[in-house]
């Protein structure tokens, strides 16, 4: 069975500081992670994605992640922190590319301070 | 072009009574997906449809949930009986599964209270 453990619940952060929101999973199969960020009263919108090939990811505002298989990791990081990146941040697991229903974190909510 | 969008938007219930909450995909996208959000579970995924094969039900917390998927498009969640833990945040989401490793895309959800 597949799970995600999303360290903090809760990341304050100021503003122009690295970001760096945890995640680690476990997976019987090699797997494929994703980072969603969630903006108030909106639904999910995808961050980044590692299906195969180079481990570190590049998504979109800024954010990258880099997949650490032996450490079972998918740590999402932004070297500056605007105002714009507060949000619930989810990383989530998938067996099939994300076919399957896809198995989330609880959440990352982050806080950034001006 | 337009994203997946769901209906009502908010919805106020009372216990014991009968919902339906309605999920429009994107436009040829043959995969839906419905997942709840809420406070104490965080985001569970609840049910899969892809094309006309049988539904992935496996996430569905009981024999109250139901689903179904009329022409391939529209998809309506419906919860009998409803209780006060069914309250959540009620997310659809639809992907092109014509390439392997298409992401979904989420709709706004459909914020449920059952009092």
């Known amino acids: 069975a597949q799970s995600v453990t999303q360290l903090g619940s809760h990341v304050s952060v100021s503003e122009g500081a690295l970001v760096l929101l945890r995640c680690n999973y476990s997976?019987?199969?090699?797997?494929?992670l994703f980072w969603y960020v969630q903006y108030p009263n909106q639904g999910l919108q995808l961050l980044l994605k590692y299906t195969t090939g180079a481990t570190l990811v590049k998504g979109i505002n800024g954010f990258e992640a880099e997949f650490k298989k032996s450490e079972t990791s998918f740590h999402l990081t932004k070297p500056s922190a605007h105002m714009s990146d507060a949000a619930e941040y989810f990383c989530?697991?998938?067996?099939?590319?994300?076919?399957?229903?896809?198995?989330f974190g609880k959440g990352t909510h982050l806080i950034i301070q001006p | 072009g337009a994203g997946v969008s769901q209906s009502p938007s908010n919805k106020v219930t009372e216990k014991g009574k009968d919902v339906e909450l309605r999920c429009d995909p994107i436009?040829?996208?043959?995969?839906l997906y419905w997942y709840r959000q809420s406070l104490g579970q965080g985001l569970e995924f609840l049910i899969y449809f892809q094309g006309n094969s049988a539904p992935d039900k496996s996430g569905l917390p009981s024999d109250r949930f139901s689903a179904e998927r009329t022409g391939g498009s529209v998809s309506t969640l419906t919860i009998q009986r409803t209780q006060q833990e069914d309250s959540a945040v009620y997310l659809c989401?639809?992907?092109?599964?014509?390439?392997?490793?298409?992401?979904?895309?989420f709709g706004p959800g459909t914020r449920l209270t059952v009092t």
């Open positions: 997976s019987s199969v090699p797997p494929y």
């Open positions: 989530a697991v998938s067996d099939l590319g994300g076919a399957d229903g896809l198995t």
């Open positions: 436009s040829g996208h043959t995969a």
């Open positions: 989401a639809s992907r092109d599964s014509s390439g392997s490793l298409g992401e979904q895309y």
